[in-house]
């Protein structure tokens, strides 16, 4: 059964919705139960709610319950919005030398005038303050849409243009700006312009004086929301620059069953769902991950970063620990390291034994390796047998000839890093 809703106004709507239960009221009413989807056509220009309760009486006459009109003043109100967000942005373009940054991604640092990308910011700033003055022609600030307006602006040694001073924060260039040269700028909407110091080696927040180093780009992206809490989520209080980063973080607290099409695994929801499909279903056909330099397509992030490094020579940042003299390539590896090695945490414990690990994987592992015995993983090549994948991983260079461990003074290779170090100390009386 289909019910079509017409009203008819100096607004179009039209909604459709399939009719699925009714229940008859007190007063003979019948209250219609719709599924959750449902369609909605309104004109271009045009957008407009309408509630999914809708009631029939005895006689058949359908009216919907209740419709919501178009909000204009809202849409005025954005407009407005992103006027002074634009005027802000032009005003510090056009009388700094603070320069934007589109992106982070592919090749390093990317223009936001033109498609050039570079991997030092010094360059990029470099070429925008020598090439682009005409923030008219920014394409992506011009047409960006204010649920996603945020604008990344690299303040290195930033200074005013009209006068030559020297400005520490770019709240304190923009009060200067109106009070000094009554260049006009608007303080009552939130600030989505976020600045960046490329001031040493290290990436840290133009903002925090703690200088704690991020790692990634991204992550000290993640970070400045700390500092820019235009959006709250209700749920969890965790702040967000734009509307769109908070639409996306709710999917997060979104409770459900959520299955995938491809293998039936179950998720609890959507954001979980997707990361599955993306990371399992889609990248083992379709690798996402490609070199910005010669296009290659790779699965993981970490071999595309082994590739950057020993192809093009791109000197790949480390994490360094801060209570030894290790460094890591990935994030995932130096939490590991810190768990293991530093913060001793073992929340997963045995029951047959004393023995308690950082990670479920590694419990299960000694739990078949030590008690029940399990050699589960076959050499194809010898038939030999291991407990773990890794063992056999690593017994598998034997049969490649993967010779990865290297002496750096007489060039000895080893199949195990452990004849390697017991190379390096009994040869050589170094110990790594």
């Not at 004109?43 to 909000?71: C, H, L, R, Y």
């Not at 491809?262 to 997707?274: A, E, G, I, P, Y």
Request: some cysteine.
């Amino acid at each position: 059964m289909k019910i079509e809703i017409r009203e008819v106004t100096t607004k179009k709507v039209v909604a459709t919705r399939h009719l699925t239960d009714i229940v008859k009221d007190k007063n003979q009413q019948y209250n219609f139960r719709t599924k959750k989807s449902n369609t909605i056509g309104i004109n271009d220009n045009q957008k407009g709610e309408i509630s999914t309760d809708v009631k029939a009486n005895s006689n058949n006459k359908v009216k919907p319950k209740k419709v919501v009109q178009n909000n204009t003043n809202k849409s005025k109100e954005d407009a407005v919005t992103k006027q002074k967000h634009y005027t802000n942005i032009k005003a510090i373009l056009e009388n700094s030398n603070a320069t934007i940054i589109r992106h982070r991604g592919g090749i390093g640092y990317a223009c936001g005038y033109c498609i050039k990308q570079y991997p030092d910011a010094a360059d990029l700033k470099r070429h925008s303050l020598e090439t682009h003055d005409d923030v008219s022609l920014c394409y992506f600030v011009n047409n960006m849409t204010l649920s996603k307006y945020i604008i990344k602006l690299d303040i290195t040694s930033l200074r005013c243009k009209l006068c030559d001073t020297n400005i520490k924060r770019l709240e304190d260039l923009m009060t200067h700006l109106q009070n000094t040269h009554k260049v006009k700028t608007f303080t009552d909407i939130d600030n989505h312009i976020i600045p960046f110091k490329f001031e040493s080696k290290n990436l840290t927040c133009a903002l925090c004086e703690n200088g704690v180093p991020f790692h990634k780009f991204k992550s000290l992206l993640e970070h400045m929301t700390v500092h820019y809490r235009n959006y709250v989520c209700e749920d969890c209080d965790a702040g967000f620059i734009n509307f769109e980063q908070l639409r996306q973080h709710r999917s997060v607290h979104e409770s459900g069953s959520y299955s995938c099409n491809k293998c039936n695994k179950v998720f609890n929801n959507t954001r979980k769902l997707k990361a599955h499909i993306r990371a399992v279903h889609v990248m083992k056909s379709q690798p996402l991950s490609k070199c910005g330099y010669c296009n290659q397509a790779f699965l993981y992030f970490h071999t595309k970063e082994k590739h950057l490094q020993e192809v093009h020579g791109v000197q790949i940042a480390r994490i360094k620990c801060q209570a030894c003299d290790r460094s890591f390539l990935t994030r995932s590896n130096y939490t590991k390291h810190m768990k293991l090695n530093h913060l001793m945490l073992r929340p997963h414990a045995c029951t047959q034994c004393d023995k308690a690990f950082a990670y479920l994987a590694q419990l299960k592992e000694h739990e078949r390796r030590v008690h029940m015995g399990l050699r589960l993983y076959n050499c194809d090549e010898c038939l030999k047998t291991f407990s773990t994948r890794k063992a056999l991983q690593q017994h598998m260079r034997i049969h490649t000839n993967d010779r990865r461990f290297k002496c750096n003074v007489c060039g000895q290779a080893f199949i195990a890093k452990i004849s390697w170090r017991g190379h390096m100390r009994s040869k050589h009386g170094e110990v790594v």
